[in-house]
T-cell receptor
């Protein structure tokens, strides 16, 4: 069974630009969550999608958005990039979501904003 | 405010000893708690899940305890090996969101 795949692995963008990150979950998993990881803040929850609907949301500004497709693949978009958005963005999939199920993480996308 | 606290200082131990990592939380009432391992540049990997009605869970050399009165979970690695060196994260469910602690870095010296 293939694991969670995130693309691209590395990205360099300029302030003010926008970026789209992609996540392909494990086959059969319907829940996809996104996290931002920085040395200072650790892993912070961005949002969770389940069956194409946003089910949970963290405390991030509206510049951070996402969506999920009918095949459970998910994308995350960050508009008007700021230097502070430089981070490792991780996606995790699970069969049903937060309740009592383990999360399988991808390798992450390392975003650098210059 | 809600907090999940793990020891931010790295834990250095000698090979063969037992490593004990702590996860404390406040203003949460999680139904379960999970532990993950993260290596540099990689995503976290699930290790163990323990439910609120379970006091202890074991998997090979790993043991987790969950004390809902103390609001604390302890994670033990017995007979530690240099390959166990990594950052260990605890995570708990908060209304469907998996919330992580900052992690504790474990260094096992040969």
């Amino acid at each position: 069974k293939a694991g969670v795949t995130q693309t691209p692995r590395y990205l360099i963008k300029t302030r003010g630009q926008q970026v789209t990150l992609s996540c392909s979950p494990i086959s059969g998993h319907r829940s996809v969550s996104w996290y931002q990881q920085t040395p200072g803040q650790g892993l912070q929850f961005l949002f969770e999608y389940f069956s194409e609907t946003q089910r949970n949301k963290g405390n991030f500004p509206g510049r951070f958005s996402g969506r999920q497709f009918s095949n459970s693949r998910s994308e995350m978009n960050v508009s008007t990039l700021e230097l502070g958005d430089s981070a490792l963005y991780l996606c995790a999939s699970s069969s049903t979501g937060g309740e009592n199920t383990e999360a399988f993480f991808g390798q992450g996308t390392r975003l650098t904003v210059v | 405010s809600q907090k999940i606290e793990q020891n931010s200082e790295a834990l250095n131990i000698q090979e063969g000893k037992t490593a004990t990592l702590t996860c404390n939380y406040t203003n949460y009432s999680p139904a379960y708690l999970q532990w993950y391992r993260q290596d540099p540049g990689r995503g976290p990997v699930f290790l163990l899940l323990i439910r609120e009605n379970e006091k202890e869970k074991r998997k090979e050399r790993l043991k987790v305890t969950f004390d809902t009165t103390l609001k604390q979970s302890l994670f033990h690695i017995t007979a530690s090996q240099p390959a166990d060196s990594a950052t260990y994260l605890c995570a708990l469910d908060n209304t469907g969101k998996l919330i992580f602690g900052q992690g504790t870095t474990l260094q096992v010296k040969p």
